[in-house]
């Protein structure tokens, strides 16, 4: 992919930062002659003597308004209003900073593009959005931070959040953020600033919206997360130390949610003491909005306003996404809650990242970024489409239903509710205003053949099974059937849950009636955040197809290629395909990730009175603890083309000297975490696999590594986890080598305090999806044992 990097010449400094008509980021030390020899505006100085110079020169009530998102101008310091909250988890959203409703590009929802498993297209796309960001800053029409991404874990099949995260792995989460976020903050023209800031949100265990289960019902404003050590340093907590330490993101947001009692926002354990003092985050800290507020006004965790506003800004919440902390601080004072050195203290981190945004310095090449060539470029179009390229799953493919043959083929018929899915999900965390047009499925076909749609069923939550005659007729007359079925905004999203991982019984017939009608086998795409149960639809002989596609609104154009056969599928499942009667078992509200009993009743609980509900059992979530039989595994997907693994290097033996050197000097720091560089730096345990491309297509291949670790799926010891991945080109006929390295912390295991200790014994590492070997994916083992 190529991207537009060149170096326009440099822009007038009043051009720079501000445009007339909408003066969004206005530079003090540039646009006006009012702070010349200004210690805040000399470039010379140390940062920090910058910052101590922007706080001396700010009255306290500009301090205070300073405390939250919706920052008022500092006339002290020569600022406009500031905003701290616009979006960017698929595309840019500028938050009100531009009332000319400018266009940006929309790209596929992360539950889509982390299916591609390519560090390289997650690096790629946030590396286009900030640069729009960056653009859009220039033009005077958008902010500097932006609240991006996600890395909250897709732990729990029912979350409305699904749409927004990239997996229910806790390494491949972390991966995500780490790519999206070095993209989204560096810029190859000037490495000394920020090219916009990323968040990574929500800190943390927050992956509930809202529900009710027997008629208990809690939301995500009020509940308190019960989370064990245990799950909190091995599943909850490891991305965000992937995004702070590996991709050195600028920002972290504290979530609604209590964990174990204490609000996020004011949880110093969380802020301070895992945050900064054991991941060197070096950033500010947002809350989520209102949730500053929540901790007094929901979690009533403390007796006063006041006392919250202490709580808050101590544990290291920088930024209030509202008007709580503003409008209680002064009282605080005067009551001798809170100093002004606390408030200080939080400002020093705001102004910090707003330095190295460059709101204060001269311009530079990063003001050289254009509207004109950046925003809504050719090269960005084609980059949003390809995320589905790259990401969609192949699930089935019976009798090589797909790819469809062009010239053979006279029409396509798509039906289901979901034929027309793509306006209606796109300014949800994306531009309100995108440069794609509508594109749907049918769009995307109808590149290759003349295309046709069909509702059949109204909308994915409809029980109206009347339009479903019309479809089977029309069924019947089409040379070739695509069912486009799922979920959309409706069935889940941000404040609300999904109440079934099952299709409708309306979406179930219109399913079972078409595919027995099409006079040939259809091919079902699935359009879903919400993985639904596929047991039947695997066993339709007559559904010859299952492509499954996420969430990747407008970006639908590229699924046209897959269907056709101009590229071959190679995403993998993200999430771990349940079927129906999970949802019967274990409550949404039970956070633990590992098998046991539930403290939450069975959520089919007949029971009038919630309190004589029998319990739940907790079967264990995502892959890396689930005890049932998935309907699909997490990693699977298919290819048009067959692949064979074979190890051709691999370690006779594991020395565990490197891994108790680790710990020891992790215990001898007083930390908690071992840093991910530590994890990664000695380790001598790597895999070199052969990938033979056996078929007759070159095709991308996704090469999936996971470690068995000792006492597997025993006393809370994880199946597998995830260790690695690589994504390749292979060629038919052709092999590739791929080298996977597990770290340290591979082959070390948490206990029920958290902490975490080395495991001796035998290790096993599979490289690849079971599950796909009898369709021509590859898999291979290898096994050692661990040496003093």
């Known amino acids: 992919m190529k991207f537009t990097t060149a170096i326009a010449p440099l822009l007038l400094a009043s051009q720079a930062f ?57 006339e002290s310091i020569g600022l406009n209003e500031y905003n701290w909250w616009s979006e960017a988890s698929g595309g840019v959203d500028t938050h009100g900073a531009d009332d000319s409703n400018t266009k940006t590009t929309r790209f596929a929802f992360p539950i889509t593009t982390g299916m591609s498993f390519n560090r390289t297209l997650w690096h790629a796309t946030g590396a286009q959005i900030g640069r729009e960001a960056r653009a859009l800053m220039n033009a005077g029409k958008a902010w500097s931070t932006f609240w991006a991404p996600v890395v909250n874990l897709a732990r729990e099949p029912r979350w409305g959040r699904n749409i927004e995260v990239s997996s229910e792995d806790p390494f491949q989460s972390g991966e995500y953020a780490t790519s999206f976020v070095q993209g989204f903050q560096e810029a190859p023209e ?53 995004c702070v330490e590996k991709g050195k993101v600028t920002s972290l947001m504290c979530s609604y949610n209590a964990v174990n009692g204490v609000p996020s926002c004011a949880n110093d354990w969380l802020l301070t003491t895992v945050a900064r003092d054991n991941w060197g985050f070096d950033g500010t800290i947002v809350s989520d909005c209102d949730a500053d507020s929540d901790v007094f006004n929901s979690h009533l965790y403390t007796d006063t306003p006041e006392e919250t506003v202490r709580d808050v800004l101590r544990a290291g919440t920088d930024i209030d996404c509202g008007d709580f902390v503003g409008n209680n601080a002064q009282s605080a004072l005067d009551k001798g809650v809170i100093t002004e050195a606390d408030i200080d203290e939080r400002l020093t981190q705001a102004f910090r990242l707003r330095f190295r945004l460059q709101h204060f310095d001269p311009a530079g090449p990063l003001q050289s970024l254009s509207e ?16 589905l390229t790259q990401s969609a799953a192949l699930l089935k493919n019976d009798a090589a239903t797909l790819p469809f043959d062009q010239d053979s083929l006279e029409d396509v018929l798509v039906i289901g509710p979901n034929y027309n899915l793509s306006q209606s999900t796109a300014s949800y965390y994306g531009p309100g205003n995108h440069c794609l047009d509508a594109f749907n499925i049918v769009d995307s076909i109808d590149q290759f053949v003349d295309a046709s749609g069909m509702f059949g069923v109204p909308d994915v939550l409809s029980d109206d099974t009347s339009g479903i005659e019309a479809a089977v007729d029309a069924a019947k007359k089409a040379d070739q059937v695509v069912l486009a079925v799922g979920t959309d905004l409706t069935w889940a999203r941000e404040g609300t849950d999904a109440t079934s991982i099952a299709f409708t019984d309306a979406q179930a017939e219109l399913i079972e009636k078409v595919s027995a009608a099409a006079t040939k086998p259809v091919v079902l795409v699935i359009f879903t955040a919400t993985p639904l149960d596929l047991t039947d639809v695997l066993a339709n002989k007559n559904i010859g197809a299952v492509l499954h596609v996420g969430q990747p609104s407008v970006t639908i154009m590229g699924v046209g290629k897959i269907l056709f056969g101009k590229t071959s599928p190679a995403g993998r499942m993200v999430q771990t395909v349940y079927k ?7 409550s949404i ?63 006779k033996a594991i020395s565990m000297a490197p891994v108790e050197s680790m710990l020891a000097h992790t215990e001898s720091q007083n930390k908690i975490f071992s840093s991910i560089e530590e994890s990664h730096s000695s380790t001598d345990a790597g895999y070199i696999v052969k990938v033979t491309n056996s078929g007759d297509m070159d095709a991308d291949e996704v090469v999936l590594g996971f470690v068995t670790p000792p006492g597997a799926g025993k006393n809370g010891v994880p199946l597998k986890s995830l260790f690695g991945f690589e994504r390749v080109h292979v060629k038919a006929g052709e092999s590739v080598e791929v080298t996977l390295y597990p770290g340290l912390t591979d082959f070390t295991l948490v206990d029920e305090s958290g902490a975490r200790s080395a495991a001796h014994g035998e290790y096993s590492f599979s490289f690849g999806v079971e599950e796909t070997f009898a369709s021509g994916g590859g898999f291979v083992k290898h096994t050692v044992s661990t040496s003093v």
């Not at 980021?25 to 000399?42: E, H, Q, R, S």
């Not at 129906?580 to 274990?586: L, R, S, T, V």
Request: net charge negative.
């Open 372 to 387: 004109d060539d950046i925003v809504c470029s050719d090269e960005s179009i084609e980059l949003s489409h390809d995320g």
């Open 190 to 242: 000037d490495p000394r600033y920020v090219q916009a800031s990323a968040c990574c949100k929500h800190f943390i265990a927050n992956e509930m919206e809202g529900s009710t289960e027997d008629g208990h019902e809690e939301d995500r404003q009020h509940v308190d997360s019960a989370v064990s050590q245990q799950d909190l340093m091995d599943s909850y907590m490891p991305p965000f130390q992937r």
């Open 589 to 651: 509200f039970d956070f633990n990730m590992r098998p046991g009993p539930s403290p939450f009743a069975r959520p089919d609980c007949t029971e009038e009175n919630y309190d004589d509900c029998e319990k739940g059992t907790n079967p264990g979530r995502t892959y890396r603890f689930f005890t049932g039989e998935p309907v699909l595994p997490f990693g699977f997907g298919l290819s048009y083309t067959s692949f064979d693994y074979e190890v051709v290097s691999a370690p």
């Open 18 to 74: 501000a445009d007339e008509k909408n003066p969004v980021l206005v530079n003090p030390c540039v646009d006006t002659d009012d702070f010349v020899g200004a210690d805040f505006c000399n470039v010379t100085l140390p940062l920090e003597a910058r910052v101590a110079d922007v706080l001396k020169r700010m009255t306290l009530q500009e301090k205070i308004s300073a405390l939250d998102s919706d920052t008022p101008a500092i």
């Open 580 to 586: 129906k009667e999970y949802q019967d078992q274990i």
